[in-house]
């Protein structure tokens, strides 16, 4: 419900596009300074501990967007949201890896991240129809509710067993430095991928609104089918071919074709054509979630998974703080094609940095 209505809810307190995007930069860099310590703390504390405490925190910020009458009043409802996102991530991440077996990480990843897709098809459309038909108040106090639901149902769940987490000092090092220029390599192909995602993020909904003239539930839907629908049909057999063909290989096939479909947004001026090709391209990077988690956890020391997913979930944060930047700079200063020539650039860099990858498949 968030991604693609917050930005039309700034939008419509007079914040030009650029604004827009400095509202969610501003949030984007405070998630991305959060996030990696999340991910120490999950280790320390608890993984259960980081869910409930982000889940209170998402309650919360849509209250403040409510009685936010400025677009500069929406910088701390932001970064309130986009932080309290940050401390769940991780903890979420660590928990799946503590409770599955190493050979079928990938596919638990996969069938976990069913979640993110469900929730986008039902939510960009219900979202858009509350504030179609009831206005912004309504939509954000049912954010608010959805996410107390969340909390309760998160006081249910176990913390994972802690047993062979520890490493000796020994192995630890010796693993630290050896993924060292891995991670590097792993770290900058996320901020150039989810700085491709960022831009195509931010201008859509204004593209489709403003150049197309659809409504808020027009736009809505279109990210339910685009994101929702089109993730959704990938999470799980891409889970199930990472663990089979190898975590690399699925992440280089999954971003092979997505600046080629990119390209097609410059000649593509229907609604139907640019969802077709929306769908092609948030589907073929969603292939690579299972199979990304899934590498990181399997170079990385057991008793530093969090904080190491959490140096994942910074590139990712850091992708999606620079990207909104980039795609309103680019809208408000040239034409529109420019913020598709710069998706085109950065899934190209993400893809490129993904070949450099050591496969770290035992079967190949």
């Known amino acids: 419900m968030t991604g693609p209505l917050i930005p039309l809810f700034i939008r419509s307190l007079n914040a030009s596009v650029f604004q827009v995007s400095l509202v969610l930069f501003i949030g984007g860099l405070a998630s ?3 996030v990696m ?7 320390k504390y608890g993984e259960k501990k980081l869910i409930i405490i982000s889940n209170i925190l998402l309650s919360i910020f849509p209250l403040l967007y409510s009685i936010s009458d400025t677009w500069e009043e929406t910088i701390p409802c932001t970064i309130l949201n986009m932080t309290a996102f940050s401390l769940f991530i991780p903890a979420r991440m660590t928990l799946i890896a503590s409770s599955v077996k190493p050979e079928s990480m990938a596919t638990a990843y996969g069938v976990m991240n069913m979640a ?5 098809v039902i939510g960009p459309f219900l979202g858009g129809f509350l504030a179609d038909n009831y206005g912004w108040s309504p939509f954000f106090y049912f954010l608010s509710f959805i996410a107390f639901l969340c909390m309760i149902l998160s006081s249910f769940l176990n913390e994972p067993d802690k047993k062979g987490k ?3 000092k020994k192995s630890d090092s010796h693993i630290k430095s050896s993924i060292i220029l891995l991670l590097g390599i792993f770290f900058f192909a996320h901020i150039f ?3 491709a995602r960022g831009i195509l993020g931010t201008v859509f909904p204004f593209y489709l609104t403003e150049n197309f003239h659809k409504t808020k539930t027009e736009a809505g839907l279109f990210f339910s089918i685009g994101f929702g629908i089109a993730t959704l049909t990938a999470q799980f057999p891409s889970g ?3 663990d089979k063909f190898g975590h690399k290989r699925i992440m280089a096939y999954g971003t092979f074709m997505i600046p080629i479909f990119a390209s097609l947004f410059l000649f ?11 769908m092609a391209i948030t589907g073929l990077w969603s292939t690579t979630w299972p199979a990304s988690i899934a590498y990181l956890i399997s170079i990385t020391p057991a008793s530093k998974r969090g904080l190491m997913v959490g140096i994942r979930q910074m590139a990712v944060r850091l ?10 700079f680019l809208w408000d200063n040239f034409d529109p094609a420019v913020s598709f020539y710069a998706v085109i650039f950065f899934f190209a860099a993400s893809f490129i940095l993904i070949l450099l990858l050591k496969d770290n498949s035992r079967k190949f």
């Not at 310590?37 to 280790?43: I, N, T, V």
């Not at 993110?116 to 986008?120: C, E, H, L, Q």
């Not at 001026?269 to 929306?278: A, E, P, R, T």
């Not at 992708?319 to 309103?328: A, E, W, Y």
């Open 32 to 34: 991305a300074l959060v």
């Open 37 to 43: 310590p999340s991910g120490f703390l999950s280790d």
């Open 116 to 120: 993110w897709p469900i929730g986008g």
């Open 166 to 168: 520890i490493l000796d």
């Open 193 to 195: 991928g989810n700085t």
């Open 240 to 242: 199930i071919l990472a």
């Open 268 to 278: 593509l001026k229907d609604y139907v054509s640019m969802l077709l090709i929306y």
């Open 319 to 328: 992708g999606f703080t620079v990207g909104p930047l980039i795609g309103g």
